[in-house]
């Protein structure tokens, strides 16, 4: 590689890396400036859960007074379950709504089949109804203590009087209910959600189990909108600006890519030409004299050399804006070689008057 060549490649790392950054941030900008349609989405995650003891009646068999969540109870010995409903809702958004809450126990008699006799729901509070003002947590405590044989004794009052086998079932529940709306939404988001707690009625022995039951229709929302403002507008003119920039700028540099290798091929092959034939060769400062000659055009080196063969003259050689000039004067008569120094459309060679081809 050449010491030219080698001092070259600064400079043309340093226009590859300006010439690959302002596209880069010219299609960044013509995105940002035409990418207008915005996607919100707004959801909510509820959770649940229920902390209950169970009190026993006086004299029980185990001789306690309650017992905590999650354990098998005899049926005869249960008095009350004392419960603490809990709910939370987290939101994705500020939320601005009303929302209320109550318990309800639903007794239900069924077959051994399955299949269901009756259920009997009893509210068991009144709605409590609050709001909630831009915020993304709901939270919510709802105590109570249940009477269990109350509701025992509505589905043992059915198996006396109807003398029919039934499997009852006990279920204790916290409703919330809401409607929300938020500031990038055009419609109410709504919850209507349960927390249950569930066991058997008339049995020996009886399990609780907690469940959740979430409401889960428009859970999550999506609202596409065209945010297009001065700073978007803004985004597209300037990466558009910016790509013709871009674009001007490969332009320049491709010209100038090929400007360089035209002059290199011109430097090469005038210095070529120069070192290979210097004993023929006489340097001029000054282009000679050439009014009055009648002057011949040869198309090639080879020719011009053909020339000197016959006459035995020198080949003057000196530089013009229009190029390197190989003349080769003999009396009145001279043969002339350029080597063009730009681009030029090209001609046709003019015939030979005179000089010819050594055989």
């Known amino acids: 590689m050449s010491e030219k060549i080698k001092n070259a490649w600064p400079h043309v790392v340093f226009k590859v890396c300006v ?34 003891k169970i009190n026993l009646k006086d004299g029980n068999f185990l001789n ?68 909630i003002t831009d915020s993304k947590k709901l939270r919510i405590q709802a105590k109570n203590v249940f009477y269990y044989t109350t509701y025992n004794k509505i589905l043992n009052d059915f198996k006396e009087k109807y003398q029919a086998p039934a499997v009852g079932t006990l279920k204790l529940s916290l409703i919330v209910k809401g409607n929300f709306t938020t500031s990038i939404m055009d419609r109410e988001a709504t919850l209507n959600s349960s927390i249950d707690l569930t066991s058997s009625l008339a049995e020996e022995t009886v399990e609780f189990t907690v469940t959740t039951n979430t409401d889960n229709d428009g859970k999550l929302y999506t609202k596409r909108v065209n945010v297009d ?76 050399l053909d020339v000197y063969n016959s006459v035995k003259q020198p ?23 350029v080597i063009p120094n730009q681009k030029a459309t090209k001609k046709k060679a003019p015939k030979r008057r005179s000089a010819r081809r050594r055989k």
């Open 64 to 131: 306690e007074e309650s017992l905590s969540s999650g354990e098998i109870y005899y049926a005869d010995s249960i008095d009350a379950i004392d419960a603490l409903f809990q709910y939370g809702a987290d939101f994705t958004d500020d939320v601005t709504g009303e929302y209320s809450y109550y318990l309800v126990a639903t007794v239900s008699a069924e077959k051994e089949s399955g299949k269901k006799y009756w259920t009997k729901t009893i509210q068991v509070t009144d709605p409590t109804i609050k709001t």
């Open 315 to 337: 080949i003057n050689y000196y530089e013009s804006k229009d190029g390197a000039h190989f003349i080769l004067i003999n009396g009145r008569l001279a043969w002339s070689y």
């Open 229 to 304: 403002s001065d700073r978007h507008r803004f985004c597209r003119f300037a990466g558009i600006l910016l790509a013709i920039a871009v674009l001007y700028l490969a332009y320049a540099l491709i010209h100038a890519a090929a400007e360089e290798r035209r002059k290199h091929i011109f430097e090469y092959t005038v210095d070529k030409l120069r070192e290979d034939y210097d004993s023929l060769i006489v340097d001029l400062k000054t282009a000679p004299k050439l009014a009055k000659l009648h002057i011949a055009q040869v198309q090639n080196f080879d020719e011009l």
């Open 19 to 52: 010439f690959t950054a302002l596209s880069i941030t010219s299609i960044f900008l013509m995105v940002a400036g035409f990418n207008t349609i915005r996607e919100y989405h707004f959801g909510y995650k509820e959770r649940g859960n229920i902390d209950y």
